[in-house]
């Protein structure tokens, strides 16, 4: 099926098209300019966009596109839904229209983050456990929505993912049950910065991230998108915004 993207984009969303429900920053908001930057890329419009020079990299002969390879195919997000083919039957209309629904039945709120190591990796988190809190029910609810319209990971898929990342026996479980590991009480909410990178390059991240928000303030959480990867590998577009209750362009009156 060829669908328009949020900028009219023309895509094709096949059976072997994988969508996510994300969170991301409206395109509005100073967040969303800054991570795109910070990943090189707006997964929107399909932009490549300069990353900002950090001179402690640079030194070292590094830039930030080089730390940043695996995050840049995502788009810049922080995931409440997996992503995940389909469910035999299910038409990407369908898809678009659940989520929109979802959306609508959402509160705005504001999450203070903090950029932290998350083993070799660098990501923002929520600097408070009622920020945590609140993202981990904001996505459950969205797995609850969504999980009908989700294929299920083959057997082969589920044993190729417990031996690659070691789950234990709750994640098996959730993995079995949902299709991913790491959900409900299991889910913690992550915008990724970086790839693995070794001590010295993510103290570095950390506190050129620290010193930027200072000016961004907290992290408006006011709407949520829909992202696709159209075909395996691919990088992933953003299909649909998804404004919370209230927010302009919702259809709500203000």
Request: glycine fraction near 6%; hydrophobic fraction near 45%; proline fraction near 9%.
């Amino acid at each position: 099926m060829t669908m328009n993207g949020q900028n009219g984009t023309e895509f094709a969303w096949t059976a072997e098209s994988r969508f996510a429900i994300y969170y991301a920053p409206a395109r509005t908001s100073p967040w969303w300019e800054a991570g795109c930057r910070w990943l090189a890329r707006d997964p929107e419009t399909g932009v490549a966009l300069a990353p900002p020079v950090l001179p402690a990299l640079a030194s070292r002969s590094l830039g930030v596109a080089a730390l940043s390879r695996a995050p840049r195919r995502y788009g810049w997000h922080g995931t409440l839904v997996a992503p995940a083919r389909c469910a035999e039957g299910v038409t990407p209309d369908e898809v678009v229209h659940r989520a929109l629904a979802w959306a609508q039945r959402q509160r705005p709120f504001d999450l203070i983050v903090e950029p932290a190591a998350l083993d070799r990796f660098v990501a923002l988190r929520p600097a408070s456990a009622d920020g945590a809190d609140a993202m981990q029910a904001l996505a459950a609810d969205a797995l609850h929505e969504l999980a009908p319209l989700r294929a299920m990971p083959s057997e082969e898929e589920r044993n190729r993912r417990i031996q690659a990342s070691l789950l234990n026996a709750r994640q098996q479980s959730l993995l079995a049950r949902w299709g991913y590991p790491y959900v409900l009480d299991e889910f913690r909410f992550h915008m990724t910065l970086s790839d693995a990178i070794e001590a010295p390059e993510r103290a570095v991240l950390i506190d050129w991230w620290r010193e930027r928000m200072a000016a961004l303030g907290p992290l408006p959480v006011d709407s949520a998108a829909l992202f696709l990867e159209p075909r395996p590998g691919e990088p992933f577009v953003l299909v649909k915004r998804l404004p919370f209750a209230g927010v302009p362009g919702s259809g709500d009156a203000r």
